[in-house]
């Protein structure tokens, strides 16, 4: 059974939803020329670059290459750029930095400690995001309230201010249920990565991902040794903090 198969149940008002989300797109990239979306190549992010496309807006496209994808991540890339006719910009890590590290720690070095698994997403993913968002005014995600505890209460637009400066984060998807996501892929005959069809719903580097079993939450395949409350790699924990009441 594949994924559509599994997951395409589209909530009462999916229209509501698209028609919110081309909007929002349209609003955002009149407002912040400099826009790119930041593309993990999962089933949100194909759906958001198809919006972005069927929205007419000028955006960039960019996908952080860790080193440790799957393949079946990677093949996505030549999808896009032969669909949409565009190219995606690929941001890899420092190779004297990911040297150092394994030299150091070695291959399964995320597994020995939270500590260990940050550091390699620093290097890996961190570093390469800050030099993809460089001159950019906003960037643009896949984030789902839906997806995890963590990003519960993420607004669809968030001023962020930190580490990689001064700009805007564009979610708008953060309505959507995974039953719209699928639907949206089916109703337009999105490519996507072929490991969901394998029970693999959040699709990150392929040590640190597993399929989940029925029952199992939404991420619970993402860093699946670790404390359920850490899961996040750092790429959206600023936005996510921000937005979360400060104690008196």
Request: one cysteine or more.
């Amino acid at each position: 059974m594949s994924a559509i198969d599994l997951y395409n149940t589209p909530s009462p008002t999916f229209a509501d939803k698209v028609a919110h989300s081309l909007a929002l797109l349209q609003r955002a990239a009149s407002e912040y020329p400099k826009l790119t979306q930041a593309s993990s190549l999962g089933a949100e992010d194909m759906v958001v670059t198809h919006l972005i496309h069927m929205a007419g807006i000028q955006s960039g496209l960019f996908v952080l290459d860790t080193g440790k994808l799957h393949a079946e991540t990677l093949a996505l890339v030549g999808q896009i750029e032969q669909r949409y006719t565009r190219s995606v910009e690929v941001y890899r890590p420092k190779n004297e930095s990911v040297v150092k590290f394994v030299r150091h720690h070695g291959e399964e070095a995320m597994y020995q400690s939270m500590d260990l698994r940050k550091q390699c997403c620093d290097i890996r993913k961190m570093e390469p995001l800050a030099r993809a968002l460089a001159g950019k005014d906003g960037w643009v995600t896949g984030l789902r309230r839906e997806q995890s505890n963590a990003r519960a209460e993420v607004a669809d637009t968030v001023q962020e201010t930190g580490a990689f400066g001064t700009r805007v984060k564009i979610s708008p998807l953060v309505e959507w249920t995974w039953g719209d996501v699928w639907h949206f892929i089916a109703e337009h005959r999105l490519d996507y990565n072929a490991l969901h069809d394998q029970f693999y719903p959040s699709i990150g580097c392929a040590p640190c991902t597993r399929a989940i079993s029925v029952g199992e939450d939404f991420r619970a395949g993402r860093w699946w040794w670790e404390d359920e409350k850490a899961k996040e790699c750092g790429l959206h924990v600023q936005s996510i903090e921000s937005q979360r009441p400060q104690a008196a």
